[in-house]
């Protein structure tokens, strides 16, 4: 017996307008069956600024989304944008440990998770560690390295973060539809992926997103994202 679909909902709360899609995810494919949208209020480049005004907006979206797919949203994946949205890079290396100098998987999580261990400011919370390519023995390895013979493992990670309290009013203006967000999406890289290739990425593009209060950018480098930003100038 085949187990109950999931039915997810991507919700982007911009300066212009709240937008949603549901997708129907049988395990294996995600089918978009439904969208609603409402003209935004309380928002300003990408920041909610009345919550009320925005919880509105929102909760019309959803229910306009939901009515139109036939479903109800199971979980939530909530997009993010605005000028709080700051990257850095940091990346670590290690010896490889075994004695044949096969790279094992005790050395990639240990690496990666000293790629990704750089403290943050106070009130700052992160949104994504996009990990770029490995690195073995200074050779680009585009896959999984483990199992490959060298004697030192590199990566580095393009951390993402932003206000703890501007990503606390977004997830608090879908938990008021009582909906639980399962993850927090970069706008740009929402976008991004959408509008580019396997190829383009792997050989180098930029994506840029206009939107009315501000401008997401990705650059892709060796099939992976590379760096993200925010610009708080969009359309209007």
Known sequence: MSSRPTFIGAVEIGTSKITVLVGEYSGRELAIIGRGECSARGVIKGAVVDFKAASDCTHAALQQAERDAGESIDRVFLAQTGAHLEGFYNE???NVASADNLVSAADIRTVCHLAKAKELPAGRS?????????????RLVPGSPENLVGQRLEVGYWTVHGQEQRLADNIHVIRGFNLEVKEL????????????TPEERQQGVLAIDV???????VLYRD?????????????S
């Open 185 to 196: 999406v970069l706008s740009s890289l929402a976008s991004g992926h959408m509008v580019t």
């Open 223 to 235: 099939g992976a994202p590379h760096t993200t930003g925010v610009v708080t100038v969009g359309g």
């Open 92 to 94: 670590a290396s290690v």
């Open 126 to 138: 992160v949104v994504h560690h996009i990990r770029r390519p490995f690195r073995v023995d200074g």
């Open 211 to 217: 939107g009315a209060g501000t401008t997401d950018f």
